[in-house]
Protein backbone atom coordinates (compact mmCIF):
# COMPACT_ATOMS: atom_id res chain seq x y z
CA UNK A 1 0.00 0.00 0.00
CA UNK A 2 1.73 3.48 -1.06
CA UNK A 3 2.33 5.90 1.93
CA UNK A 4 2.44 9.55 1.83
CA UNK A 5 6.05 10.68 2.32
CA UNK A 6 6.27 14.32 3.86
CA UNK A 7 7.76 16.88 2.48
CA UNK A 8 6.07 19.90 3.61
CA UNK A 9 7.37 23.18 2.74
CA UNK A 10 10.56 21.79 1.99
CA UNK A 11 9.98 22.89 -1.49
CA UNK A 12 8.55 26.71 -0.59
CA UNK A 13 11.42 29.06 -0.31
CA UNK A 14 9.99 32.47 -0.31
CA UNK A 15 7.75 32.25 2.34
CA UNK A 16 4.02 31.14 3.85
CA UNK A 17 1.54 30.72 1.53
CA UNK A 18 -2.26 32.53 2.72
CA UNK A 19 -4.20 30.35 4.74
CA UNK A 20 -7.94 28.97 4.85
CA UNK A 21 -10.13 27.00 6.57
CA UNK A 22 -9.77 23.09 5.43
CA UNK A 23 -13.49 22.83 5.22
CA UNK A 24 -13.69 25.47 2.17
CA UNK A 25 -11.77 22.20 0.21
CA UNK A 26 -14.58 21.26 -2.10
CA UNK A 27 -12.71 19.63 -5.13
CA UNK A 28 -9.32 17.55 -5.84
CA UNK A 29 -7.85 18.76 -9.06
CA UNK A 30 -5.14 16.26 -10.63
CA UNK A 31 -2.86 17.93 -12.99
CA UNK A 32 0.87 16.62 -15.08
CA UNK A 33 4.35 18.02 -15.20
CA UNK A 34 3.92 18.51 -19.23
CA UNK A 35 7.47 17.13 -19.00
CA UNK A 36 9.03 13.16 -19.63
CA UNK A 37 8.66 11.96 -16.26
CA UNK A 38 11.63 12.04 -14.05
CA UNK A 39 13.73 8.74 -12.80
CA UNK A 40 14.75 11.30 -9.92
CA UNK A 41 12.01 12.01 -7.77
CA UNK A 42 14.01 14.70 -5.53
CA UNK A 43 15.70 16.12 -8.99
CA UNK A 44 11.81 16.38 -10.39
CA UNK A 45 10.54 17.95 -6.77
CA UNK A 46 13.23 20.73 -7.24
CA UNK A 47 12.26 21.51 -10.84
CA UNK A 48 8.89 21.80 -10.56
CA UNK A 49 9.49 24.65 -7.43
CA UNK A 50 12.24 26.48 -10.06
CA UNK A 51 9.27 26.30 -12.47
CA UNK A 52 6.63 27.86 -9.83
CA UNK A 53 9.11 30.44 -8.76
CA UNK A 54 9.64 31.63 -11.97
CA UNK A 55 5.83 31.97 -13.17
CA UNK A 56 5.14 34.25 -10.40
CA UNK A 57 6.81 36.46 -8.48
CA UNK A 58 4.05 35.66 -5.18
CA UNK A 59 3.86 32.10 -5.60
CA UNK A 60 6.03 30.55 -2.63
CA UNK A 61 7.53 27.58 -4.06
CA UNK A 62 6.23 24.22 -5.36
CA UNK A 63 2.62 25.10 -5.43
CA UNK A 64 0.74 21.49 -5.70
CA UNK A 65 -0.13 19.90 -2.24
CA UNK A 66 0.54 15.98 -3.39
CA UNK A 67 3.17 14.81 -6.07
CA UNK A 68 3.46 11.57 -6.94
CA UNK A 69 6.12 10.98 -9.30
CA UNK A 70 7.21 7.75 -11.79
CA UNK A 71 8.27 5.38 -9.21
CA UNK A 72 4.87 6.15 -7.63
CA UNK A 73 6.17 7.79 -4.65
CA UNK A 74 3.58 10.22 -3.36
CA UNK A 75 4.94 13.17 -1.85
CA UNK A 76 3.19 15.61 0.18
CA UNK A 77 4.59 19.39 -0.48
CA UNK A 78 2.22 21.75 1.12
CA UNK A 79 -0.46 21.27 4.24
CA UNK A 80 -4.22 21.30 3.28
CA UNK A 81 -4.54 24.89 4.54
CA UNK A 82 -2.02 26.41 2.22
CA UNK A 83 -3.89 28.21 -0.11
CA UNK A 84 -1.22 27.86 -3.36
CA UNK A 85 -2.96 28.33 -6.85
CA UNK A 86 -5.40 26.37 -9.44
CA UNK A 87 -7.31 28.02 -12.14
CA UNK A 88 -9.87 29.91 -10.39
CA UNK A 89 -10.50 27.06 -7.88
CA UNK A 90 -7.75 27.89 -5.39
CA UNK A 91 -10.03 28.74 -2.55
CA UNK A 92 -11.39 25.11 -2.31
CA UNK A 93 -9.28 22.82 -4.09
CA UNK A 94 -6.03 20.98 -3.66
CA UNK A 95 -3.83 20.02 -6.21
CA UNK A 96 -2.91 16.96 -7.04
CA UNK A 97 0.47 16.44 -10.02
CA UNK A 98 1.37 13.13 -11.80
CA UNK A 99 4.24 13.91 -13.02
CA UNK A 100 4.89 12.83 -16.94
CA UNK A 101 3.45 14.28 -20.31
CA UNK A 102 0.30 12.32 -20.91
CA UNK A 103 -0.87 14.36 -23.99
CA UNK A 104 0.56 14.83 -27.86
CA UNK A 105 2.98 15.47 -28.66
CA UNK A 106 4.76 12.77 -25.84
CA UNK A 107 1.94 10.99 -24.95
CA UNK A 108 3.42 9.08 -22.48
CA UNK A 109 1.40 6.47 -20.29
CA UNK A 110 1.57 7.17 -16.53
CA UNK A 111 2.99 4.28 -15.05
CA UNK A 112 1.35 1.41 -12.87
CA UNK A 113 2.92 2.33 -9.43
CA UNK A 114 1.81 6.24 -10.64
CA UNK A 115 -2.20 4.65 -10.87
CA UNK A 116 -1.88 2.58 -7.98
CA UNK A 117 -0.79 5.95 -5.92
CA UNK A 118 -2.91 8.18 -7.57
CA UNK A 119 -6.36 6.08 -6.86
CA UNK A 120 -5.03 5.68 -3.21
CA UNK A 121 -4.74 8.73 -2.65
CA UNK A 122 -7.74 10.58 -4.36
CA UNK A 123 -9.87 7.53 -2.24
CA UNK A 124 -7.90 8.72 1.04
CA UNK A 125 -8.39 12.06 0.58
CA UNK A 126 -12.05 11.99 -0.91
CA UNK A 127 -13.29 9.39 2.01
CA UNK A 128 -11.11 9.75 5.07
CA UNK A 129 -11.43 13.50 5.86
CA UNK A 130 -14.66 14.64 7.86
CA UNK A 131 -12.87 17.95 8.26
CA UNK A 132 -13.71 18.81 4.34
CA UNK A 133 -16.63 20.38 3.33
CA UNK A 134 -17.99 16.94 1.77
CA UNK A 135 -17.06 15.24 4.79
CA UNK A 136 -17.09 11.03 3.57
CA UNK A 137 -19.91 12.50 0.91
CA UNK A 138 -19.40 11.09 -2.21
CA UNK A 139 -19.83 14.17 -3.53
CA UNK A 140 -16.11 15.65 -2.94
CA UNK A 141 -15.26 16.57 -6.75
CA UNK A 142 -12.38 14.57 -8.31
CA UNK A 143 -11.36 16.40 -11.43
CA UNK A 144 -8.84 17.25 -13.69
CA UNK A 145 -7.09 20.65 -14.20
CA UNK A 146 -9.09 21.15 -17.92
CA UNK A 147 -12.43 20.63 -15.91
CA UNK A 148 -11.69 24.02 -14.12
CA UNK A 149 -8.89 26.15 -16.49
CA UNK A 150 -8.12 26.64 -20.08
CA UNK A 151 -5.64 23.68 -20.56
CA UNK A 152 -4.98 20.43 -21.77
CA UNK A 153 -3.99 19.41 -18.22
CA UNK A 154 -3.24 16.66 -17.15
CA UNK A 155 -3.55 15.29 -20.66
CA UNK A 156 -5.57 13.15 -22.39
CA UNK A 157 -4.13 9.80 -21.37
CA UNK A 158 -4.23 10.63 -17.80
CA UNK A 159 -7.88 12.52 -17.90
CA UNK A 160 -9.35 9.08 -19.75
CA UNK A 161 -7.58 7.03 -16.90
CA UNK A 162 -9.15 9.60 -14.44
CA UNK A 163 -12.65 9.26 -14.94
CA UNK A 164 -12.24 5.64 -14.61
CA UNK A 165 -10.97 5.74 -11.09
CA UNK A 166 -13.50 8.59 -10.32
CA UNK A 167 -16.03 6.18 -11.51
CA UNK A 168 -14.29 3.23 -9.12
CA UNK A 169 -14.45 5.60 -5.93
CA UNK A 170 -17.71 6.76 -6.68
CA UNK A 171 -18.93 3.19 -7.14
CA UNK A 172 -17.05 1.91 -3.46
CA UNK A 173 -18.34 4.41 -1.73
CA UNK A 174 -21.90 3.28 -2.40
CA UNK A 175 -21.89 0.07 -1.79
CA UNK A 176 -18.59 -0.19 0.82
CA UNK A 177 -16.72 -3.38 1.62
CA UNK A 178 -17.50 -4.74 4.84
CA UNK A 179 -14.21 -3.27 7.17
CA UNK A 180 -12.36 -6.42 8.46
CA UNK A 181 -10.89 -4.65 11.08
CA UNK A 182 -13.06 -1.81 13.08
CA UNK A 183 -12.27 1.67 11.78
CA UNK A 184 -10.35 4.16 13.91
CA UNK A 185 -12.87 6.62 15.68
CA UNK A 186 -12.60 9.91 13.83
CA UNK A 187 -13.11 12.86 16.16
CA UNK A 188 -13.87 16.05 13.67
CA UNK A 189 -12.52 18.89 14.87
CA UNK A 190 -14.89 21.18 15.96
CA UNK A 191 -16.52 23.93 13.23
CA UNK A 192 -15.66 27.43 13.98
CA UNK A 193 -18.05 29.63 12.76
CA UNK A 194 -16.35 31.61 10.01
CA UNK A 195 -18.13 35.03 8.38
CA UNK A 196 -16.77 34.05 4.46
CA UNK A 197 -19.34 30.39 4.90
CA UNK A 198 -22.54 32.56 6.57
CA UNK A 199 -24.17 34.31 3.94
CA UNK A 200 -27.01 35.88 5.48
CA UNK A 201 -29.68 38.11 2.93
CA UNK A 202 -29.93 40.92 5.03
CA UNK A 203 -27.61 44.39 4.44
CA UNK A 204 -25.90 44.32 7.87
CA UNK A 205 -24.67 40.53 7.50
CA UNK A 206 -23.42 41.23 3.60
CA UNK A 207 -21.27 44.37 5.27
CA UNK A 208 -19.94 41.82 7.65
CA UNK A 209 -19.11 39.11 5.07
CA UNK A 210 -17.00 42.14 3.24
CA UNK A 211 -15.35 42.77 5.94
CA UNK A 212 -14.15 39.36 6.35
CA UNK A 213 -13.05 39.40 2.92
CA UNK A 214 -11.42 42.26 3.43
CA UNK A 215 -9.80 40.53 6.31
CA UNK A 216 -8.72 37.76 4.34
CA UNK A 217 -7.35 40.38 1.83
CA UNK A 218 -5.09 41.91 4.18
CA UNK A 219 -3.55 38.54 5.05
CA UNK A 220 -3.41 37.90 1.41
CA UNK A 221 -1.26 40.74 0.61
CA UNK A 222 0.73 40.38 4.05
CA UNK A 223 1.90 37.08 2.12
CA UNK A 224 2.85 39.30 -1.04
CA UNK A 225 -0.11 38.67 -3.23
CA UNK A 226 -0.01 42.48 -4.00
CA UNK A 227 2.70 42.04 -6.35
CA UNK A 228 1.03 40.03 -8.72
CA UNK A 229 -2.01 41.83 -10.62
CA UNK A 230 -2.82 39.12 -12.22
CA UNK A 231 -3.58 36.72 -9.26
CA UNK A 232 -5.41 39.89 -7.27
CA UNK A 233 -7.82 39.91 -10.51
CA UNK A 234 -8.37 36.09 -10.12
CA UNK A 235 -8.99 36.59 -6.49
CA UNK A 236 -11.55 38.86 -7.22
CA UNK A 237 -12.85 36.88 -9.53
CA UNK A 238 -13.07 33.86 -7.52
CA UNK A 239 -14.44 35.54 -4.41
CA UNK A 240 -17.16 37.08 -6.21
CA UNK A 241 -18.48 34.00 -8.12
CA UNK A 242 -17.94 31.71 -4.41
CA UNK A 243 -19.68 34.62 -3.09
CA UNK A 244 -22.52 34.12 -5.47
CA UNK A 245 -23.18 30.90 -5.43
CA UNK A 246 -23.65 30.50 -2.25
CA UNK A 247 -26.37 33.36 -2.00
CA UNK A 248 -27.60 31.20 -5.07
CA UNK A 249 -27.82 28.09 -2.96
CA UNK A 250 -29.55 29.83 -0.26
CA UNK A 251 -32.23 31.05 -3.04
CA UNK A 252 -31.62 35.27 -1.86
CA UNK A 253 -31.77 37.80 -4.04
CA UNK A 254 -28.10 37.35 -5.31
CA UNK A 255 -26.28 40.57 -6.43
CA UNK A 256 -25.24 40.18 -9.70
CA UNK A 257 -21.10 38.95 -9.92
CA UNK A 258 -20.86 42.54 -11.64
CA UNK A 259 -22.27 44.25 -8.55
CA UNK A 260 -19.89 41.76 -6.26
CA UNK A 261 -16.67 42.46 -8.40
CA UNK A 262 -17.27 46.25 -7.72
CA UNK A 263 -17.47 46.02 -4.46
CA UNK A 264 -14.49 43.91 -4.00
CA UNK A 265 -12.92 46.26 -6.43
CA UNK A 266 -13.34 49.22 -3.91
CA UNK A 267 -12.52 47.19 -0.74
CA UNK A 268 -8.76 46.63 -3.13
CA UNK A 269 -8.43 50.25 -3.56
CA UNK A 270 -8.88 50.74 0.06
CA UNK A 271 -6.12 48.77 1.17
ZN1 LIG B 1 -2.49 21.49 -14.43
New binding site residues.
Given amino acids: MPTIINSIHKYRPRGNWGQRPVKNIQKL ?1 V ?2 S ?1 AEASDNPEARLTQIMGWHLANSPAWMGLSYHYVITKNGNIYQTNNHEDLTW ?1 DGVNWNSL ?1 I ?1 VDGYFHAPNNNQPTSQQLESLEWLLTELATKHPEFSAGNNPLLDIVG ?1 RDV ?1 Q ?1 A ?2 GDILYSKLVEIKQRINQNIKNPQPAKTPLPTINPQPVKPDATNIIYPTEQTWQKLLQATNQEHLDYLKNGLNENEVNLNLFVDNYADRINERKQAEKSPAKDTTQIKNLLNQILNLI
Fill in positions: VHHATGLHGTCP
